[in-house]
């Protein structure tokens, strides 16, 4: 059994950042994919960045070049940073893992959620 546990969501204003953090329980951490989605009221969850087990990463073309993911291996934890956040990217974020290895875009090819945090961009 695998548990993640986010962290570092909040409030901001529009052109601010934040970083969110997950941590991964289990052994065999460095071999998952890992990914982080959101799901916005009303809308279904969807891919924003991803990582595989030798770091190579994903975005939606939404964040692209705003958002950064990466990973450190030997604390278990895999991060989400967030710069020039707009209004559009409120949600509530969740870390995913796929033990598979590699990277998805598809929620449900994920093995493991975490509980989410709640992003909210004011405008």
């Known amino acids: 059994q695998v548990q993640l546990v986010e962290s570092g969501g909040g409030l901001v204003q529009a052109g601010g950042s934040l970083r969110l953090s997950c941590a991964a329980s289990?052994?065999?951490?460095?071999?998952?994919?890992m990914g982080w989605f959101r799901q916005a009221p009303g809308k279904e969850r969807e891919f924003v960045a991803g990582s595989n087990w030798n770091s190579n990463t994903y975005y939606a073309e939404t964040v692209k070049g705003r958002f950064t993911i990466s990973r450190d291996n030997a604390k278990n934890t895999v991060y989400l940073q967030m710069n020039s956040l707009k209004p559009e990217d409120t949600a509530v974020y969740y870390c995913?893992?796929?033990?598979?290895?590699?990277?998805?875009?598809?929620?449900?090819?994920?093995?493991?959620w975490g509980q989410g945090t709640q992003v909210t961009v004011s405008s």
């Open positions: 995913a893992a796929r033990t598979a290895g590699g990277i998805t875009r598809l929620p449900w090819d994920c093995n493991y």
């Open positions: 289990g052994r065999t951490f460095r071999s998952y994919g």
